[in-house]
C-alpha cells in the first residue's frame, strides 16, 4: 500500500485539498483510504448511545455496524497513542493512503501552504516533505512547489511520487 500526508499548519486547508484529491485520484481508477489524526478531546461516540454505553462499562472494542457501514471503536484508556506503522497495519490494504495531520510521523508528506494564515513553512525543517502545495511563490524552496488551486496537478504528482502512475 503506496503512502503519502498531506500536512500544514491548523487552518491550511488539509481536509479540503483531501476532499478535492479523493474523488481525482478515484476517478483515475485507485482504490484510495484515509487516515485522519484527530485532536485528543474528539470522539465519534456519543454520550447516551449504546455503544458509548458499552465502552463505559469497560469493552476493550466495540465494532457498530449498519447496512452501509462499520466502525470499530478501540478504547486506549492507558495506552499510549499507537505508532503510525501500527495503524496502518490495521487497514484493508489499498492503491494509495493518504494521511491527514501526522505531522511529526515519519512517511512521505506534501505540505499545504496558504499565504493568508502567515505560518511559516513545515519544509525544510521535516526532511520527509516531498513537495509544498501553495497559492503563493516561493523563492528558494528545495522541493517541487505545487499551485494549491490545481488539485488536478497535486493528484498527479501523488500518484507519480509514489509509483502508482508513470
Known amino acids: 500500500m503506496k503512502v503519502m500526508g498531506l500536512v500544514g499548519w491548523s487552518g491550511s486547508g488539509k481536509t479540503s485539498a483531501m476532499v478535492e484529491l479523493l474523488p481525482i485520484i ?12 484527530a485532536h485528543h478531546r474528539f470522539d465519534v461516540d456519543k454520550p ?6 458499552h465502552r463505559e ?18 478504547e486506549s484508556r492507558d495506552e499510549p497513542e499507537p505508532s503510525i506503522e501500527a495503524l496502518i497495519e490495521r487497514m484493508t490494504p489499498v492503491d494509495l493512503l493518504l ?13 499545504i501552504h496558504r ?21 503563493c511563490l516561493l523563492p528558494g524552496l528545495k522541493v517541487p512547489r505545487l499551485d494549491l488551486n490545481d488539485p488536478a496537478a497535486i493528484a498527479d504528482f501523488i500518484l507519480v511520487h509514489t509509483g502508482l502512475q508513470a
Open 57 to 74: 462499562a469497560g469493552a476493550s472494542e466495540v465494532l457498530v455496524v449498519t447496512s452501509s457501514r462499520w466502525v470499530l471503536m478501540h
Open 115 to 135: 499565504q493568508s494564515e502567515g505560518k511559516p513553512l513545515l519544509h525544510p525543517e521535516d526532511p520527509e516533505i516531498v513537495a509544498v502545495a501553495s497559492d
Open 48 to 53: 447516551g448511545k449504546d455503544s458509548f454505553r
Open 99 to 111: 494521511i491527514e495531520g501526522f505531522k511529526t510521523h515519519h512517511h512521505p508528506k506534501l505540505e
Open 26 to 37: 478515484r476517478e483515475r481508477g485507485f482504490v484510495v483510504s484515509t487516515m485522519k489524526h
